[in-house]
């Protein structure tokens, strides 16, 4: 548990308190506690549990400063002590799929699991399916801001930035696809208070 916090954030403190932030305590993040913000991030829900997410926690100076190059030179993605990148891979997804059935349902589990993947996804082309598992991967990027946040760390969610180069410098295979680039460390600015549309706006109530 971080220094700072006596206790995790409730998950509404967590929400209302979270705001992108771009400058950084210049202190490495607490390992224990980036392990543990990725161990809740990666309880996000996925259809079917296929988990399509994947992490790349870059912490490696000339790593960061190769990926803010990539970033349009956005300065926050080298001030921050840590950048988590999150991507999916419904590649590896589909060719592992039987690991995420549960191990409750037996092998009629993963024989099932494997099915409904082979049915659903084996006709379409590597695109399509990629575009699914992004939706999901949506998800534990959503989860992870606010799993970072409830453990007294701040963030800022990145989609500036140039895929291929991100995938070129992380080695990642041609067909994954990001949900984003998350700088993460300790506040040293305040950010911006939300600037939202109310409820009413966005909501129809039947
Ligand atoms: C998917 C996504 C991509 C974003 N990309 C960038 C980015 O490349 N650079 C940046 O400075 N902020 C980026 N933002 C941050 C938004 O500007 C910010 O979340 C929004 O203005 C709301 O402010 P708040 O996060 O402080 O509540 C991004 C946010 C999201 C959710």
Redesign the pocket.
Known sequence: MTATLTRPLTATEAIET?????KFVQEPVDQGDLREILRLASLAPSAWNAQTWRFAVVQDPQLREQLREA?YG?A?VTNAPAVIVVYSDMEDTLQTVEETAHPGMGEAGRSGQRQTFDGVFGQQDVAQRGQWGLSQANIA?GFLMVAARGLGYDT??????DPAKVRAILGLPEHVQF??MLPIGKRAEE??P???HPVERITKFY
Not at 156 to 161: A, E, H, S, Y
């Open positions: 979270r705001r992108s932030i771009r970033a956005q926050q990027f800022v969610p990145m989609l500036g930035f949900a984003g950010g911006f939300h600037h939202r």
